[in-house]
């Protein structure tokens, strides 16, 4: 590279105090960036690294922004800074929430209301991508669905990162006037930016291998794409590659972004040391300019349509994904078919331009113009309808839910006694709404505020065996039982309470989700994120068992599956015999159904009692499989055949005794598991002898 005759602004190519002008292959760029987007979600769902250009692009216009404030005003201030950004990103963002929101009651099932509520919430106070890192780490929304809100996480990120910059500067710049520092604002604001650069890329780095699913969203793993562009912006604008140079970037940079989805799995892999890829395309692009002649990829990416599309960009990235979520909702489709994603980005580029021209060019050229404060003024009082709804939802949701609790002892809902009566789908009661309701069933979580909980963490390879053990009543008391194992596992929790209560019994369990008492791994397969954490649980689990002296184990005794037979798995009888030979009794419990396809979903599209949402009961269990294992179980090991407290005979319906079974595809609401309590009770009783 050499230096360029005049040193470029940062955004035009031009002398500095020239009038700006706009960088058209910028505008080709993110055209580029966004049809990747958008044709990767639509057709295989894969990551094409075009947000990664974005964020890129954000980082560098930042600086180009401040630093055209402090050109033409000789200070940077805070709130003029705020006010372009918010301008420019929030009314667009504010519109396609308030559209999704509308569609998303019309289209999402009941029980997925809670979900876009809270989405909703997060998108609209910018902290969507911490809404996602929390359903990344809670095994308890591992059935949740794609949020038509999803979009909203990058967005998050950047503007986390755009409203605080310009603070930290502002704070910096005065920290270097009251040193008398101020001729170093220049070498200090580099350094700066370079080393939050490279500590944000080595820790995503470290965070990307240790959970991949939760660095993806985070902020921090994040930061380096956008200090790299602050970086380019810094180094980089004054620079004018020769013509030969120019052609290599730019063309090597689209050439290498337009490949980097279908050979790179980013959506497991970013972002990484891997994310550096498309982040050096969108450098190369950028500081290519227009320096390569005739033959430079700017004369393609400076072409009309690609700027059109490029200036309408933001739009098009907002509108793509809620269309696309809402479209497979409402067709039940994982993919859509070629006309239907026609159809969707058809659709998309349409509310883009129409949002562009009605809202995001308006408030862009109107706002800044206004006071700094009551500029932002109109923003934040815009937001507020928006969030306001779903809070207000949210807070609707949980009056919902306390309506469920309070309907513990009702006999309107005998739910699993039911069983023993003739009228297995209402249990013998007219017109009375079946309960949880369909907008809080996936919320129906066995709860213990009562329970004291501790985490243990011993020291082992590659991973630490972290062990939370919760305890529910008096240390002297008379008996103490020990529950262990996966979130089937839990669900003996709320009936066994109530039990443990009556019977002044002291009920500690042990539980991790996918895992189980057993010496193999039945669910997480080896390779796959959670494994080693879980091998490693397993491994202690048996010591700290028989470290607490229980006077009963209670833990799953066999596996249902959605789509094969019912088993015993092997590595339960090793675990089992373990205890056994430690002395302590063990009852397992056969496990509960799991079905095909989720079951609230099923019941809000076809009715809660339509055959099109109950299993046979021959498809779950296997009966022949109890009698199999008879002989082979250890001395002290009891398995009871729980089926009858979830089937009848033939079927095992979604609603028993009033009440509704699953809160997903194969959890069972504890709702439900509070009406198995007398079934529960007379099996534990009788095996037991307490």
Do not use: K
């Amino acid at each position: 590279m050499r230096p360029a005759t005049s040193t470029r602004s940062l955004d035009a190519g031009r002398p500095v105090g020239a009038a700006p002008a706009r960088r058209t292959e910028v505008d080709g760029l993110r055209a580029l960036a966004v049809t990747l987007v958008v044709g990767y979600h639509v057709s295989t769902g894969r990551v094409s690294g075009g947000v990664d250009v974005f964020l890129v692009l954000s980082g560098f216009f930042l600086v180009h922004s401040l630093a055209g404030q402090h050109r033409r005003t000789g200070r940077i201030r805070v709130l003029p800074q705020l006010v372009r950004t918010t301008s420019r990103l929030v009314p667009p963002a504010l519109v396609v929430l308030a559209v999704t929101a509308v569609a998303g009651v019309l289209v999402v099932p009941e029980g997925r209301w809670r979900e876009l509520a809270a989405h909703l919430l997060a998108s609209a106070t910018f902290t969507e991508n911490q809404r996602l890192v929390l359903e990344a780490v809670d095994y308890s929304a591992s059935n949740a669905m794609a949020s038509p809100l999803q979009q909203f996480w990058s967005l998050s990120i950047q503007m986390q990162v755009l409203l605080a910059a310009p603070v930290l500067v502002v704070a910096g710049a005065w920290l270097l006037r009251r040193t008398g520092r101020e001729a170093w604002g220049r070498p200090v604001a580099v350094a700066s930016v370079a080393a939050v650069t490279a500590a944000s890329l080595a820790w995503s780095v470290v965070a990307t291998a240790e959970n991949q699913s939760v660095a993806y969203f985070s902020t921090l793993p994040r930061v380096w794409e956008l200090g790299i562009g602050a970086l380019a912006a810094l180094l980089l604008a004054g620079v004018r590659p020769r013509p030969g140079v120019a052609v290599a970037l730019g063309w090597g940079g689209v050439g290498a972004l337009v490949s980097f989805g279908a050979l790179v799995d980013g959506a497991h892999r970013l972002p990484g040391w891997e994310a550096l890829w498309p982040v050096a395309c969108a450098v190369a692009v950028v500081v290519a300019g227009d320096s390569g002649g005739r033959w430079g990829v700017h004369r393609l990416l400076g072409l009309a349509p690609a700027r059109w599309l490029g200036v309408r960009s933001y739009g098009l990235y907002l509108w793509h994904w809620p269309i696309l979520v809402l479209y497979l909702l409402h067709t039940g489709q994982d993919q859509p078919s070629i006309s239907g994603a026609a159809a969707i980005v058809g659709l998309s580029v349409v509310l883009a331009a129409a949002t562009h021209h009605l809202v995001e060019r308006p408030a862009g050229a109107r706002l800044p113009g206004r006071r700094p404060v009551v500029a932002l003024a109109v923003v934040v009082v815009g937001l507020l309808p928006v969030a306001g709804a779903g809070l207000a939802a949210l807070e609707w949701l949980d009056r919902q839910a306390a309506r469920t609790a309070a309907a513990a002892d009702d006999p309107d809902y005998p739910g699993a006694v039911a069983l023993t009566g003739s009228l297995v789908s209402t249990g013998g009661v007219d017109g009375v709404d079946p309960l949880p309701d369909l907008a809080v069933i996936r919320d129906d979580w066995a709860d213990f505020p009562d329970a004291t909980c501790a985490t243990d963490e011993e020291p082992a390879e590659p991973v630490p065996a972290v062990t939370e053990v919760c305890v529910l009543g008096p240390d002297d008391a008379e008996r103490r039982l020990v529950v262990v194992g996966d979130s089937h596992a839990a669900h003996w929790l709320t009936p066994l309470a109530v039990m443990a209560e009556a019977h002044s019994w002291q009920l500690t369990w042990l539980l991790r989700g996918g895992c189980n008492l057993s010496t193999e791994s039945e669910f997480i397969q080896e390779g796959t994120p959670g494994y080693d954490e879980c091998a490693a649980w397993r491994a202690r689990l048996v010591d700290r068992i028989v470290a607490l002296e229980p006077d009963l184990v209670v833990t799953n005794g066999t596996r249902t599956e959605r789509d094969g037979p019912e088993y015993l798995p092997a590595g339960y009888l090793a675990a089992w015999q373990q205890l056994s030979d430690a002395g302590l009794p063990v009852l397992a419990l056969r496990d509960t159904p799991r079905h095909v396809d989720d079951v609230p979903d099923c019941m809000a599209r076809e009715g809660d009692t339509s055959p099109a949402c109950t299993l046979s009961r021959d498809s779950v269990y296997q009966d022949g499989v109890l009698d199999e294992a008879a002989p082979a179980l250890p001395a002290g090991v009891q398995l009871v055949d729980s089926s009858r407290y979830f089937c009848t005979a033939t079927t095992c319906p979604p609603v028993i005794g009033n009440v509704r079974v699953y809160m997903d595809v194969g959890h069972v609401t504890a709702t439900y598991m509070r009406t198995v309590r007398p079934l529960l009770q007379e099996d534990f009783l009788a095996r037991t002898g307490w």
